[in-house]
C-alpha cells in the first residue's frame, strides 16, 4: 500500500528557506508518475507547488517559480522541497503526493497524499 | 492563466439530498479535471479525474460530468460521511489550479 510521509522543520524564520522530504513506501519513485507538493495555508484552499519525475525533469507553479526547488533522491525513495526566502505568507500546512501526469496515464491529477505537515513561519 | 470558481461557496443539505457542485473555468478547458473531498484535519481525497472517471474505491454515488468551460459533481444521494469540503483541480500548459471549494454542511 502506498504511503507518503512529510518530514522537517515546523518552524522557519522569514527570509530563511523552507526544506522538506517527502518518503514514499509501497511503490518506487522510479515508477511512472510524477512527485509533487501542494500546500494549504490555514483556512485557505490548496496550492500546486511542483512537481518532478525520477529522472529530473520537473515543473513548478509560475507563482512560485524564482523561490521553488523539488529534487528527488531514486536511492532512498524520497523526493524534497526547498522554498527560499520564505515570509509569514508561507505558513501553510505541506502536503506530498502521487502526481499521475500524462494522456495515456490518463490524467493529470494527485491520487495519492501524505498526511501533511505544519509550517510555520515566524521569528 | 485560466481561473477556476465554484459554486456554491457553502452548501447545506440532509442526508439523502441530490447535492450537486459546479466548477467553473474562465475559457473552455480540455477534460482534464479533477475532484477531491477534504474533511477537516486531513488530506485530500481524489474521488473523479479526467471529468467523469471515478477514483478506485470510491463509492458510486459520486460522479462527474462536464465540458467546456462547466463542470459538475454530483452526489446522488448524500451519506453522514460526504460532509466535507470538496475542490475541483485543472491541469493546462504544465500548470495545475484547484478552485475555491465547496463547503458542504449538513442542515
Known amino acids: 500500500q502506498l504511503q507518503l510521509q512529510e518530514s522537517g522543520p515546523g518552524l522557519v524564520k522569514p527570509s530563511e528557506t523552507l526544506s522538506l522530504t517527502c518518503s514514499v513506501s509501497?511503490?518506487?519513485?522510479?515508477?511512472?508518475?510524477?512527485w509533487g507538493w501542494i500546500r494549504q495555508a490555514p483556512g485557505k484552499g490548496l496550492e500546486w507547488i511542483g512537481s518532478i519525475y525520477y529522472s529530473g525533469s520537473k515543473y513548478y507553479s509560475p507563482s512560485l517559480k524564482s523561490r521553488v526547488t523539488v529534487s528527488v533522491d531514486t536511492s532512498k525513495n524520497q523526493f524534497s522541497l526547498r522554498l527560499s526566502s520564505v515570509t509569514a505568507a508561507d505558513t501553510a500546512i505541506y502536503y506530498c503526493a502521487r502526481h499521475v501526469w500524462g494522456y495515456s496515464s490518463p490524467g493529470f491529477h494527485f491520487d495519492s497524499w501524505g498526511q501533511g505537515t505544519l509550517v510555520t513561519v515566524s521569528s | 492563466d485560466i481561473q477556476m470558481t465554484q459554486s456554491p461557496s457553502t452548501l447545506t443539505a440532509s442526508v439523502g439530498d441530490r447535492v450537486t457542485i459546479t466548477c467553473r473555468a474562465s475559457?473552455?478547458?480540455?477534460?482534464?479535471l479533477a475532484w477531491y473531498q477534504q474533511k477537516p484535519g486531513k488530506a485530500p481525497k481524489l474521488l473523479i479525474y479526467k471529468a467523469s472517471h471515478l477514483a478506485s474505491g470510491v463509492p458510486s454515488r459520486f460522479s462527474g460530468s462536464g465540458s467546456g468551460t462547466d463542470f459538475t459533481l454530483t452526489i446522488s444521494s448524500l451519506q453522514p460521511d460526504d460532509f466535507a469540503t470538496y475542490y475541483c483541480q485543472h491541469y493546462n500548459n504544465y500548470v495545475f489550479t484547484f478552485g475555491p471549494g465547496t463547503k458542504v454542511d449538513i442542515k
Open positions: 509501497g511503490d518506487s519513485i522510479r515508477s511512472n508518475y510524477f
Open positions: 475559457q473552455s478547458i480540455s477534460g482534464w
